[in-house]
């Protein structure tokens, strides 16, 4: 646990500002729970209208203490919260936790409000949790300094489960999930305006605990990027699994700018970029959040995502292998001596192949659950094996079917799950420590998952160390803060200078130049007018393709001398470049974003870019592994190795291209706004830039 949040997470006593003596209320739940959970330190209740509250001696005021307490639990509204912080501040208490809403939630006039509770906090070097928060609860010590209803609706019990979020519901929802499935819980935190200590921040904290070994996480905003990467990192180094829902997806980070890239890596699709540059897995709602905490807490590392299903239903195997599909889940291929001891255990007109369907003989043979998941298990192509009961109950031996599946789970090293839906036998399970499942669905999206967040995982822990990259090149240099585009012919130039494949081209400021180019290219020329002022070229007629003599290149490049003169446009000249083949046309851009820094895109290109969308975003830098890993992901991955008898396409070289320019806006740290390469032609051997379009600080 980091220092500066002892106070909140472990401390030595707390006052309760505006305290109860009825434990349904605010004030009160917070002293309620504490005595309830065995909490060591003092508890101070603060009212001046009580001599006693809950058994303890109340007190009139933090002056009236008998010490400055760790923490202060500040449940008054208004302009009497914003002097309990001030009181707090001028005491020496270390932290506080503003319970009380109608801050910067509720207006202009709330804001401010909560504006002056956090300066003064901060001259007195005082964290606040808050304000409109449910609270903290550590059920490790005891402090739970929340008064979160749902810690009387399911009794709380410590565990290996930490929760952090920004909203109080949402940490309470996934508090009650976790518990309903027998999972026991250690930190249950609620940051609420997180006007100072952020999710990021607790999640650093709790991830150092050494019980801790999986940390859920709901967030609203992430303003602190690099917090949250650190508790990342901390927490796969101690092996534990982080799941987050970052909710709020919107286009109001999409940048219109003059480039698409802007456009279409959004905000929101750089908070997954990032999320999966630090391993986190990104989860849509609180439901998920939960659900695949028993596979994760077992602490499973498949192989693979082969699958094997026994049922003792046959539609049962029929749906769980459709969904499994679905999910790009394969299904394992039993081995022939696994089926010939399959045939052995089971009756004659049972199914050995994959999926298992034992039959209704279970109901008079109990044992053949236990008989069936031993074999599978044993085969080397299973990496996951799903028990599916659609229907069990009276006549059932459902505690042997238990004891059996929580035998094998125990011994197999394999992931193994139950989908039950009646309460009766999935209960049975869920005591035998046995991942348990309402629906097939369920059990195999959490198979999914668990797979591909491992693998996620394996892929950070296989990249390299990142070089230093060289220093930033001085014609960017700019302490402005707005923006300028370039010409295409300055955007190929800076490319170039750092290293980035691009088409042969010369910028020609006389019709004369523009043919002496031609006749230096020797081949097809594009001729494409070049100014700052007009960086999409085409619909303006000023592109012209597959030029191959004198006067076709000479009445291009008057025609488009003259339309940015009608333009009023400031005008460089022309660009003459080699028509360059590829077999496909691909994207490549990147942008600054202020709050995760250099954004890279890669994907499909072409002028339907932005209508089909098949594109990856990447944080920068990011090695050429890493980007081939994404861009083998997209729809049109089947294509780039070649269908009907084609060779395949250079992907690496896109990759290493991708890489670049990657490097490029990284290290350029805001000088370059914005890179925008489409198309890149990419062929059986390499790959480079056509068309370029830098926005940079000017």
């Not at 914003?82 to 509720?106: H, K, M, P, T």
């Not at 238990?402 to 005591?431: H, T």
Request: aromatic share 4%; net charge negative.
């Amino acid at each position: 646990m980091t220092s500066t949040l002892s106070a909140l997470l472990s401390p030595r006593s707390v006052a309760i500002v505006g305290a109860s003596d009825n434990i349904h209320k605010i004030g009160g739940r917070p002293i309620h729970y504490m005595q309830q959970m065995g909490y060591a330190g003092a508890i101070y209740p603060v009212n001046p209208q009580r001599d006693t509250l809950q058994g303890l001696r109340s007190y009139p005021s933090l002056d009236a203490l008998p010490e400055a307490p760790d923490l202060a639990v500040i449940v008054v509204a208004g302009d009497a919260a914003v002097q309990a912080v001030a009181d707090c501040a001028r005491l020496g208490v270390n932290a506080a936790i503003v319970i009380a809403s109608g801050f910067g939630e509720a207006g202009e006039a709330g804001k401010r409000q909560q504006d002056e509770m956090v300066r003064i906090a901060r001259n007195a070097n005082l964290r606040i949790v808050g304000p409109n928060s449910q609270g903290l609860a550590n059920f490790g010590n005891g402090a739970i300094a929340s008064f979160s209803t749902m810690f009387i609706e399911i009794a709380p019990q410590d565990g290996p489960v930490a929760v952090v979020s920004q909203s109080g519901g949402t940490a309470a929802l996934v508090y009650g999930l976790l518990r309903n499935q027998g999972i026991g819980v250690r930190h249950v935190h609620a940051t609420g305006n997180q006007a100072d200590v952020t999710v990021s921040e607790l999640a650093l904290a709790v991830a150092h605990d050494p019980d801790v070994r999986l940390l859920l996480l709901y967030l609203e905003t992430l303003n602190d990027p690099d917090v949250l990467a650190e508790a990342a990192a901390v927490a796969r180094a101690r092996g534990v699994p982080v799941v987050a829902v970052k909710s709020g997806r919107s286009q109001a980070g999409a940048r219109a700018a003059a480039s698409h890239t802007g456009a279409m890596a959004n905000e929101d699709r750089a908070v997954d970029a990032f999320l999966a540059r630090h391993g986190i897995w990104r989860v849509d709602d609180a439901h998920a959040l939960a659900r695949c905490a028993p596979l994760y807490l077992r602490g499973w590392q498949p192989g693979g995502r082969r699958l094997v299903v026994v049922s003792n239903s046959g539609a049962s195997c029929v749906m769980a292998t459709d969904t499994a599909d679905t999910l790009g889940i394969e299904m394992a291929p039993l081995s022939a001596a696994t089926q010939s001891a399959l045939a052995e255990r089971l009756p004659g007109f049972a199914a050995t192949a994959n999926p298992v369907d034992v039959t209704a003989a279970l109901l008079t043979n109990s044992g053949l659950f236990g008989d069936v998941l031993p074999v599978v298990g044993a085969d080397a192509s299973a990496d996951l094996v799903l028990l599916d009961i659609p229907v069990a109950g009276m006549g059932y031996d459902v505690p042997r079917f238990a004891r059996d599946a929580a035998q094998f789970a125990d011994q197999a090293g394999k992931p193994v799950a139950v989908a039950a839906w009646q309460e009766s036998v999935a209960s049975l399970f869920r005591a035998a420590n046995v991942p348990t499942f309402f629906h097939a669905a369920d059990a195999l999206a959490a198979f999914d998952q668990l797979t591909a967040h491992q693998q996620l995982l394996r892929d950070i822990a296989s990249e390299p160390a990142r070089p230093a990259l060289p220093a930033a090149s001085s014609s960017l240099s700019s302490s402005s803060t707005a923006a300028r585009t370039l010409s295409e012919a300055a955007s190929l130039a800076h490319l170039a200078e750092a290293g980035v494949p691009v088409v042969e081209h010369y910028l020609c400021k006389t019709a004369e130049e523009a043919v002496a180019a031609w006749q230096r290219i020797g081949a097809p020329v594009a001729v494409k007018a070049s100014s700052p002022a007009v960086p999409h070229k085409s619909e303006f007629g000023l592109v012209a393709l597959h030029c191959d003599d004198r006067a076709t290149i000479v009445d291009a490049f008057a025609r488009q001398t003259q339309t940015l003169q009608s333009m009023h446009a400031p005008c460089e000249g022309v660009v003459v470049a080699r028509m360059t083949r590829g077999r496909r046309e691909c994207m490549v851009g990147a942008h600054w974003d202020p709050v995760f820094g250099a954004v890279l895109l890669v994907g499909d290109g072409g002028k339907y870019v932005e209508t089909v969308g098949d594109t990856a975003v990447l944080l920068a830098p990011a090695t050429p592994a890493a980007i081939e890993r994404a861009v083998r992901r997209l729809r049109v991955a089947p294509l780039l190795d070649g269908v009907r008898g084609e060779a395949p396409l250079d992907v690496p070289a896109l990759c290493a291209l991708a890489a670049r320019v990657g490097d490029l806006v990284h290290h350029a740290h805001g000088q370059i706004r914005s890179v925008d390469l489409n198309p890149v032609m990419l062929g059986e051997s390499g790959a480079v830039v056509v068309d370029a379009l830098m926005e940079i600080a000017g």
